[in-house]
C-alpha cells in the first residue's frame, strides 16, 4: 500500500467535501476554481486516495472503460529555434539529440502499420520547429497527411507549431488532419519561464485558426517544471476554456543541458493528485497521460487510470523512451479496460445537459450559457 509518513486517518470533513465535489461532477456540474485550488491542496495519502476514488468514479462516468492510445513519429528532429526550457530539441541548448529534416513516407507509413496491429488510434507527426507557413514544407506536410489517410491505417494527427495565418489551418484541414497537438504548456502566468521566443497569446491564436478550421485540440502541459499547484490548476481551466478535446499531461524528464535539468522529480502523489484534479475539471475530455510517464511514475504507473487518465501515449518519445506497447497493452488488460476504438469522434465531450430532468435547472442553465 502507499506510504503512511503522513497522516492518513480520513478527515470526516475533508472526505464529506470531496465527495461533495465528486457527486456534484457526476450530475454535470462544475467545479470552481477556489474548489480546484481546495482539491490540489490535499496533503494526506488518505485524503488523496480519496480524491482518486471519485475521480475514477468521474472517468468511468464520462469515459467508460475506453482508453484512447496515441503515438507520435519524430518527423523532423532538432535544431529548433525556440528555446523552450525543458526541450532537448531546441538549438539553444547542447544536449546530443538527434538532428534530421522532414520525414520521407516510409517511416511514417511504418509507424502507422505499427499503430494499427496496436489498436492506437492515432499516429502524430511532430515537427521541432517554430512554426508552418505557406510553402513547398507545408506542401510535404500534407503530402504525409494524405498518404496516411489514403492507407487508412490511423488517424493522422500532426503537431507543427505555430501558425498564423488562416489559410494554413484550412490547407492542413483540407489534407485530412483532424486533431492537431499545440500544448500551452503551463498557466499563463508560469509560461515565461518556460520560454521567451514565443508568447501564450501565439499559442491561443494558433489554436484559434485551428478551431476555425474545424480541426480538434489535443493541448495540454507539462507539469514540474517548477510550477505551483495554482498554475497546474490555472492550466486546466485555460484548457477547458479553450475546449481542448484531449489534454496531454506530460511530467517532466529533466534533459542534461536544458535549463530544467536539475529540476526535483514531483512525489507520485503529486503527479496522481494533479491528474485527479484535471478529471474534476475536464469531466468530459480524454485526458492523455504522455511524456515522463515510466520515469516518474514507475510502478504506480497503473494508478493514472484510477486518478482519471482516459488516454495513453504509447511508444516512444521525441528524445527518450517508454516502456514497450505491449507492456501497456498488458496493463490495460489487468485494469479492464478497452483500447480498442473503431473511430472515435469525440462525441463523448458533448455537453447534453446535466440529466436530472427537472425543469429550470441551474445547471442545465448554466450549460447552456457556456456554450
Ligand atoms: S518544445 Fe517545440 S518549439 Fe519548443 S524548443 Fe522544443 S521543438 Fe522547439
Known amino acids: 500500500m502507499l506510504s503512511t509518513m503522513t497522516v492518513t486517518s480520513v478527515d470526516a470533513k475533508n472526505h464529506g467535501k470531496i465527495s461533495a465535489l465528486g457527486e456534484k461532477v457526476l450530475g454535470g456540474g462544475r467545479i470552481s476554481r477556489d474548489e480546484a485550488l481546495w482539491l490540489i491542496n490535499l496533503e494526506t495519502s488518505a485524503d488523496i486516495l480519496d480524491l482518486l476514488s471519485w475521480a475514477n468514479r468521474i472517468r468511468e462516468k464520462f469515459k467508460g472503460n475506453k482508453i484512447h492510445l496515441c503515438s507520435i513519429v519524430n518527423a523532423k528532429a532538432g535544431a529548433c529555434s525556440e528555446n523552450c526550457s525543458f526541450c532537448a530539441q531546441s ?8 538532428k534530421y529534416g522532414f520525414v520521407d513516407p516510409e517511416p511514417v507509413a511504418e509507424a502507422a502499420e505499427e499503430a494499427h496491429k496496436n489498436n492506437v488510434t492515432a499516429v502524430g ?24 489517410k489514403a492507407a487508412g491505417k490511423t488517424r493522422p494527427d500532426v503537431s507543427l507549431g505555430i501558425i498564423k495565418s488562416q489559410r494554413v489551418a484550412d490547407r492542413l484541414k483540407e489534407a485530412g488532419v483532424e486533431c492537431y497537438g ?10 515565461p519561464q518556460t520560454c521567451t521566443t514565443h508568447t501564450f497569446d501565439d499559442r491561443l ?3 484559434g485558426h485551428l478551431k476555425k478550421a474545424g480541426i480538434r485540440i489535443c493541448s495540454g502541459g507539462i507539469i514540474g517544471m517548477g510550477e505551483t499547484r495554482e498554475d497546474r490548476c490555472d492550466l486546466a481551466f485555460e484548457l477547458k476554456a479553450i475546449g481542448a478535446n484531449v489534454v496531454p499531461v506530460n511530467i517532466l524528464n529533466p534533459i542534461p543541458g536544458t ?3 536539475k529540476n526535483d522529480p514531483l512525489p507520485v502523489l503529486e503527479i496522481l493528485k494533479t491528474i485527479a484534479c484535471f478529471r474534476f ?9 504522455a511524456g ?3 520515469v516518474n511514475l514507475r510502478d ?20 527518450t523512451l517508454n516502456q514497450p506497447v505491449e507492456k501497456d497493452l498488458q496493463m490495460l488488460k489487468d485494469l479492464g479496460l478497452d483500447p480498442n476504438w473503431d473511430n472515435h469522434g469525440f462525441s463523448d465531450q458533448e455537453e447534453s445537459g446535466c440529466g436530472c430532468g427537472k425543469g429550470n435547472c441551474e445547471t442545465e442553465m448554466e450549460l447552456a450559457t457556456a456554450k
Not at 538549438?91 to 538527434?98: F, K, M, N
Not at 499545440?182 to 509560461?191: A, G, I, P, T, V
Not at 504506480?300 to 528524445?319: D, E, H, K, P, R
Open 205 to 207: 491564436q494558433t489554436i
Open 259 to 261: 535549463p530544467f535539468e
Open 281 to 289: 475539471i475536464l469531466p468530459r475530455q480524454e485526458i492523455m497521460i
Open 182 to 191: 499545440h500544448n500551452l504548456e503551463s498557466s499563463r502566468r508560469f509560461f
Open 91 to 98: 538549438s539553444h541548448y547542447q544536449t546530443g539529440s538527434p
Open 300 to 319: 504506480a504507473q497503473s494508478m493514472i487510470f484510477m486518478a482519471g487518465a482516459s488516454a495513453l501515449m504509447v511508444g516512444n518519445y521525441l528524445t
Open 125 to 148: 507527426l511532430v515537427a521541432a520547429w517554430k512554426g508552418l507557413n505557406e510553402g513547398p514544407m507545408l506542401d510535404e506536410v500534407c503530402a504525409r497527411v494524405r498518404e496516411m
Open 292 to 294: 515522463g510517464r515510466t
